[in-house]
């Protein structure tokens, strides 16, 4: 059963911006802590940002201040909005929810940023 579905990946020239969404039940929502994560081709899976039920956010040093992560508690979804990509933003974006000792993992998007 998929409970986590990601959209908004695509190709974006170096500087541009892309906005990510996942979209969870609400039980899932309104209870774990939701985050991003990116896997680039050969290279293990890293942290890009979390937030909490209580909107508490914090970010991978890669992408402070460049990236915000937020929610949207009436439509059961948390975004990521990317601005001033760079080519090393290149990865599979998947979104995470998780408490101790549970995880539940969506399918991924793909971001590229390339000119």
């Known amino acids: 059963q998929v409970q986590l579905v990601e959209s908004g990946g695509g190709l974006v020239q170096p500087g541009g911006s892309l906005r990510l969404s996942c979209a969870a039940s609400r039980s899932i929502f309104s209870i774990y802590t939701m985050g991003w994560y990116r896997q680039a081709p050969g290279k293990e899976r890293e942290l890009v940002a979390t937030i909490t039920s209580g909107s508490m956010s914090n970010y991978a040093d890669s992408v402070k201040g460049r990236f915000t992560i937020s929610r949207a508690s009436a439509e059961n979804t948390v975004y990521l909005q990317m601005n001033r990509l760079k080519p090393e933003d290149t990865a599979v974006y998947y979104c995470?929810?998780?408490?101790?000792?549970?995880?539940?993992w969506g399918q991924g998007t793909q971001v590229t940023v390339s000119s």
């Open positions: 995470k929810a998780f408490r101790s000792g549970r995880s539940i």
